[in-house]
């Protein structure tokens, strides 16, 4: 599997990684390539708020940011919410997907990479936006 050169983690990849769940050796291998500058890796802050807040409940806070400031070490970029909002209510008007994965794909789209997915169906039909996933399934 060759990581394409830019690439939005959406947050089911990411808490799958932080858990070790099924998967996450995919995930991981995503994330050295971004570590090593083979690639560039983004997510929307939604996506960001996602993560912390599920980490959290599951661990605590602390925890949480720590992962959270990893990614970020790793070079990870945030994209602001402002610079997505309005192409995110257009995928929510168009697939209805959640708001998160709204904004993972408007996310994707501004920042002109792929984005990497679970194995749900809120991507299905979506074809906007190259999208791979790290998993089948639902988590």
Same mark, same amino acid.
């Given at each position: 599997?060759? !990581?394409?050169? #830019? &690439?939005?983690?959406?947050a089911e990849p990411l808490i799958a990684h932080a858990d070790a769940e099924?998967? =996450? $050796? ?7 390539? +971004?570590? %090593? ?6 997510? =929307?802050? +939604?996506?960001? !708020?996602? &993560? #912390?807040?599920? &980490?959290? #409940?599951?661990?605590? #806070? ?5 992962? *959270? ?9 945030? %994209? $602001? %919410?402002?610079?997505?909002?309005m192409a995110a209510s257009e995928f929510g008007l168009e697939y209805n997907?959640?708001l998160g994965d709204s904004f993972a794909l408007a996310t994707a789209e501004? +920042?002109?990479?792929? *984005?990497? +997915?679970?194995?749900?169906? $809120?991507?299905?039909? /979506?074809?906007? /936006?190259? &999208? ?5 399934? !639902?988590?």
């Amino acid at each position: 599997m060759a !990581a394409p050169d #830019r &690439i939005v983690f959406d947050a089911e990849p990411l808490i799958a990684h932080a858990d070790a769940e099924p998967g =996450s $050796d995919v995930v991981k291998a995503y994330l050295d390539a +971004v570590a %090593v500058g083979d690639a560039t890796g983004y997510a =929307s802050c +939604v996506t960001l !708020a996602e &993560i #912390r807040y599920v &980490i959290a #409940r599951k661990y605590d #806070r602390a925890t949480a940011d720590e992962y *959270l400031d990893w990614l970020t070490d790793l070079g990870v970029e945030p %994209v $602001d %919410v402002s610079d997505a909002w309005m192409a995110a209510s257009e995928f929510g008007l168009e697939y209805n997907p959640a708001l998160g994965d709204s904004f993972a794909l408007a996310t994707a789209e501004y +920042v002109e990479a792929t *984005l990497l +997915v679970g194995g749900d169906d $809120d991507y299905d039909g /979506v074809s906007e /936006v190259p &999208i791979e996933r790290f998993r089948d399934g !639902a988590s």
